[in-house]
């Protein structure tokens, strides 16, 4: 799907006519037109605010490997987890919500990781957040991107992994975890896999 028919798609979704989304932007109707049938391409600054507008992210319009089939699997909270990684990894950072003993948390986290099965996430076993996921495994995250002004939450049981493979994928993505922990601080180092059970971009 090109940028011009996603476009067209989204605007369609919204109920705004060419005319109208021209007068928003502050162009003729033509340019809009020609935009949608990939004849000319919008400037950096009107695809901003088309990304805005129509609650997507630019990387949506511009990438062709993102799809209108995506945004319906978003739609429908279809989500896999490489799904869920990916819109958090453009936000950049998502937030934990844990509950122990009878007292709600939450915290921003950073580090997160995902396969075809679960996500993970990185903590240390000296944090309090470890000891709160080990009595209380079921945990909430969140995230909020600014560009398309939509949230991510995800809502799931968090289990400590202990998989090889898995730790060395984390560590190749995260290589400054090595320098973190070196030798004995190591043990430190704790993997959770989070298996979603609910997944809802907003």
């Not at 993970?120 to 969140?142: G, I």
Request: glycine share 4%.
């Amino acid at each position: 799907m090109t940028t011009g028919e996603k476009l067209a798609v989204l605007r369609k979704r919204k109920g705004i006519t060419q005319e109208h989304l021209a007068e928003i932007l502050k162009v003729s109707r033509q340019s809009v037109s020609r935009w949608e049938m990939d004849a000319a391409f919008p400037e950096t600054e009107k695809l901003i605010r088309l990304s805005r507008l129509l609650e997507c992210s630019i990387d949506f319009l511009l990438n062709d490997d993102l799809t209108q089939e995506q945004a319906v699997k978003e739609e429908r909270g279809e989500l896999s987890p490489e799904d869920c990684f990916a819109f958090i990894r453009e936000c950049g950072y998502f937030f934990l919500a844990t509950s122990a003993a009878g007292r709600p948390s939450l915290r921003p986290m950073g580090m997160i990781y995902a396969d075809d099965r679960a996500l993970y996430l990185v903590t240390d076993r000296r944090k309090r957040v470890y000891e709160e996921l080990m009595e209380n495994p079921l945990t909430e995250l969140a995230s909020y991107n600014l560009y398309t002004r939509k949230w991510i939450r995800i809502s799931g049981r968090a289990e400590v992994e202990n998989a090889r493979k898995i730790r060395e994928a984390v560590l190749e993505f995260y290589p400054m975890i090595r320098q973190e922990y070196l030798n004995q601080d190591e043990i430190y180092f704790v993997i959770f896999r989070i298996a979603m059970e609910t997944a809802k971009i907003m």
